[in-house]
């Protein structure tokens, strides 16, 4: 068990110590120098009945609900994923939870998709018992569902669900064998403390996620966090170096928000830990990081994407 105690001290090292002890933990535990990259696909975007403070889906935002892509789409973006050199294709639709018959669609996206040769993930909510196991069955590889923020911070940013709804679902998925992909979003008015609690709930968890996406936010206009106040740049890379001491044989990813980042910044998280990106135009509504400017910025980092 890692204590807040135990994170808040690590948390609080000098910051070039804290870099370097990162570092030297990555570079024991994956390749160096090498990066997975994800591609992301919303298949079913708005009408939401989830309030999530930084969702441009949120009820609140009022976005409605749009066609829901075919297999056949979702097929054809894989390959582009796949093009691009992305290892992994990640599928998300909004909702609460999804019905038995999109579960079903689904589990034949994922066995389409897998026989591409790219691993699969899927985020759609909350999930049955008999949902997870037919997606199992389909041979899904990792289920996203994050926990966003603190536990206590939880209920300040949504109130249509709670943390131990999520901690339900994340239990299912792992009883399933299904790997976890869960991470927080930094920059919802947190504190500090909130974000050590978070990576500390993330691994105590058993066996820890095996990706966890740390997401910047994007403060989308017409949520309640439009103009929520910036995170302080340190403050992030510290939390991306905490994830990775404490989930040392996890995948870090340096999720949504990497567009509004300075290269610098983002080669300083790659150093601190982090060693996953989404890869492509788009996240779920938002633009990424164009994929020319990734390319660049890898030549001149000297990465390169995991094959
Ligand atoms: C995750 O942690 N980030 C992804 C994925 N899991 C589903 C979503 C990013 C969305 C960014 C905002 C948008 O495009 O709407």
Do not use: W
Request: glycine share 6%; net charge neutral.
């Amino acid at each position: 068990m890692i204590t807040i105690k135990e994170a808040t001290e690590l948390f609080e090292m000098p910051f070039l110590d804290l870099l370097h002890m990162a570092h030297s933990i990555h570079i024991e535990n994956f390749q160096k120098n090498q990066i997975q990259a994800s591609s992301l696909l919303s298949v079913k975007t708005g009408g939401c009945s989830e309030d999530c403070s930084y969702c441009a889906q949120s009820k609140k935002a009022k976005m409605p609900l749009q066609s829901i892509e075919t297999i056949e789409n979702i097929v054809s973006k894989a390959k582009d994923a796949k093009r691009m050199g992305a290892t992994r294709f990640c599928m998300g639709a909004s909702g609460k939870s999804p019905t038995d018959e999109f579960v079903n669609m689904m589990c034949e996206a994922v066995k389409e998709v897998k026989k591409l040769g790219l691993e699969t993930c899927i985020t759609m909510g909350m999930l049955t018992e008999p949902q997870v196991k037919k997606l199992k069955e389909s041979g899904l590889d990792y289920y996203n569902h994050n926990i966003d923020t603190s536990e206590s911070n939880y209920c300040n940013i949504i109130t249509t669900h709670n943390f131990q709804d999520r901690i339900e679902t994340i239990k299912l998925i792992q009883k399933y064998n299904i790997n976890l992909c869960c991470g927080g979003i930094i920059g919802l008015g947190e504190t500090n403390e909130d974000r050590i609690s978070m990576l500390v709930v993330l691994a105590n968890m058993n066996p820890q996620p095996k990706s966890i996406p740390i997401n910047k936010l994007i403060k989308i206009p017409g949520t309640d966090l439009a103009n929520s106040p910036d995170v302080d740049v340190f403050d992030f890379v510290r939390t991306v170096a905490l994830a990775r001491i404490l989930m040392k044989k996890s995948y870090v990813r340096l999720a949504a928000g990497r567009s509004a980042m300075p290269e610098i910044l983002q080669a300083i998280c790659f150093y601190a830990g982090a060693n996953s990106i989404f890869l492509g135009e788009k996240l779920l509504t938002t633009i990424n990081s164009s994929v020319s400017r990734d390319e660049q910025m890898f030549s001149k980092l000297g990465l390169k994407l995991m094959q």
